[in-house]
């Protein structure tokens, strides 16, 4: 139900913008975010955005570098990477909450997940 795309091969220093396009239902009035998983780690939450595209939060890791953003007209997540590093290499996966009205989204929510998109940042 839910694609992402975007993923690609990148120098470090560089920028890529992923984009989640949900299927067969629209998530307008849930939260959506980003996680990512690293070969050998856990999934890592990035990035989080309320359903009336509010109250972004950020991964540490990631605050000043990654924006989260949605086109609820288009049904339509992004999240723009800049200032990528190596260890910003994972597969990332797009997810949404089945929460009406939600604010966020957890890694234990009660959640939709997409399948992932690789991203592979080189030093």
């Known amino acids: 139900q839910l694609q992402a795309s975007g993923g690609g091969f990148v120098q470090a220093g560089g920028s890529l913008r992923l984009a989640c396009a949900p299927s067969?239902?629209?998530?307008?009035?849930?939260?959506m975010g980003w996680f990512r998983q690293a070969p050998g780690k856990g999934r890592e939450f990035v990035a989080s955005i309320s359903w009336n595209g509010r109250n972004p939060r950020y991964a540490d890791s990631v605050k000043g570098r990654f924006t989260i953003s949605r086109d609820r007209d288009k049904n339509t997540l992004f999240l723009q990477m800049d200032n990528l590093k190596p260890e910003d290499g994972a597969v990332y996966y797009c997810?949404?909450?089945?929460?009406?009205?939600?604010?966020?989204?957890?890694?234990?929510?009660?959640?939709?997940w997409g399948q992932g998109t690789q991203v592979t940042v080189s030093s």
């Open positions: 997810v949404a909450s089945r929460v009406y009205g939600s604010q966020e989204v957890r890694a234990t929510g009660d959640n939709v």
């Open positions: 067969g239902r629209t998530f307008r009035n849930e939260a």
